[in-house]
């Protein structure tokens, strides 16, 4: 046998197992590293008891760091910091596993990650009145807000890069929480909606004044476009009224507004609102209002309950608009349903469906004139 082979096989034996051992080694000591200097834990297994002692420490170090709590109810007021990011020990947020009880002050430069908490308060969440241009990313969150709004940040600065973000995120309870979500009527803070559920109930309206994507998202509070605002959302769901005011602008496209107590969506923008492949979903007469300054354009729609526009809106519709079970197309003659007798403008000869149920009698309209002028076919015994 050749001696020279052997050598050379148990070279590459011993190569092999120290690479293994020296990798196993590595393994082991890394796993035993602390993933965070700073660690929290109420019981005082963590590094510090609080989270401000934590994001403290972290800042007087340099910053770039994450604050780790462990499962527990911390009741804090927090000053955040950019670059010093707050993660909870669960993956889910809406759990409860760990909460942040008070109202904290956001960094007004930079970017911050709070992930992986519930955050409660009696009146906001987050609450600055300066013009600030951090990126606030809120991540697997439960956002419970008794009265009040999640980010009351008026004037937060979208042209010079203030954002608001926010993924997988649940709302507070139905009938225990009024939860506005945003306030930033003036500031044009950009904001940015992926797989989100935000703002619940009626009283608090959600103010947005810049740039707004929503994608696979929900908006349960009512929500006004101000000024500088452009909403761009597709495959979303607004539960309450959509006020567009200003010069706001919109895309809206396979998504679902609805309101039970009003106009489902009021137009007092000059600017451009488009409607797409949408479903305007409520018993108001009119569904939609408005100033008629803007152009409203409306394609391929579903109005399963009511379709009365008002005449001052003007809108222009393309395609075809389903209303209930009644295709409706533009030309020459047109079919409308709704709730109540007709108020709006129509061809000659277009003819009208009253679907509400009060009138025994008089289901069928006609328009003689091309105006407002509609004549009723008596059709009960």
């Known amino acids: ?28 000591a890394s796993i035993e590293e602390p993933i965070t200097d700073y660690v929290v834990a109420l019981d005082g297994s963590g590094d510090y008891t609080t989270i401000q002692s934590a994001i403290d420490a972290a800042v007087s170090n340099g910053g770039n760091a994450t604050v780790w709590l462990k499962n527990g109810s911390y009741v804090e007021n927090l000053t955040l910091y950019s670059g010093v990011n707050i993660v909870g020990a669960s993956g889910l947020g809406d759990l409860g596993d760990v909460q942040i009880t008070g109202t904290h002050t ?7 990650i709070l992930r992986n908490i519930r955050w409660n308060s009696s009146n906001y969440v987050l609450y600055s009145t300066e013009a600030g241009t951090s990126h606030i990313t809120f991540l697997d969150a439960f956002l419970d807000v008794q009265d009040g709004y999640t980010c ?18 649940n709302p507070g309870l139905p009938n225990q929480s009024q939860d506005g979500m945003i306030y930033n009527p003036y500031g044009g803070a950009q904001v940015f909606l992926y797989n989100a559920g935000i703002g619940i109930g009626t009283k608090n309206t ?13 908006i349960s509070c009512p929500v ?14 607004m539960t309450e009224q959509v006020v567009f005011s200003g010069n706001s602008t919109a895309e809206v496209s396979n998504s679902r507004i609805t309101n039970d107590t009003g106009p489902v969506l009021v137009m007092n923008t000059t600017g451009d609102v488009s409607l797409n492949a949408c479903v305007i979903d ?13 152009a409203l ?21 393309v395609g075809s608009v389903k209303a209930g079970c009644l295709e409706v197309s533009p030309g020459q003659v047109k079919i409308f349903a709704g709730m109540g007798p007709p108020t709006e403008v129509a061809p000659k000869g277009s003819l009208y469906l009253r679907t509400d149920g009060y009138s025994s009698s008089t289901r069928v309209y006609v328009n ?3 105006g407002y002028e509609w004549t009723y076919v008596q059709t009960g015994k």
Not at 106 to 112: A, K, M, R, S
Not at 209 to 216: H, I, K, P, R
Not at 224 to 237: A, K, R
Request: proline share 5%.
């Open 1 to 28: 046998m050749d001696i020279r082979t052997l050598s050379r096989k148990n070279f590459y034996i011993t190569l092999i197992i120290s690479f293994l051992c020296f990798t196993n080694y590595s393994f082991s």
């Open 106 to 112: 956001p960094p007004t430069t930079g970017h911050i």
């Open 152 to 169: 009351y940040l008026p004037y937060w600065n979208g042209s010079a890069g203030g954002a608001l973000e926010f993924g997988d995120i």
């Open 206 to 218: 959600m103010h947005v004044s810049g740039q707004m994507v929503m994608l696979a998202a929900s």
């Open 224 to 237: 006004e476009f101000n000024s500088g605002s452009v909403l761009e959302c597709d495959s979303s769901l």
């Open 282 to 294: 409520g018993y108001n007469n009119p569904i939609i209002t408005g100033n008629g300054k803007g």
């Open 297 to 317: 354009k409306i394609d391929g729609c579903t109005f399963p309950k009511n379709t009365h526009i008002d005449s001052t809106v003007n809108p222009s519709i």
């Open 368 to 370: 003689l004139d091309g």
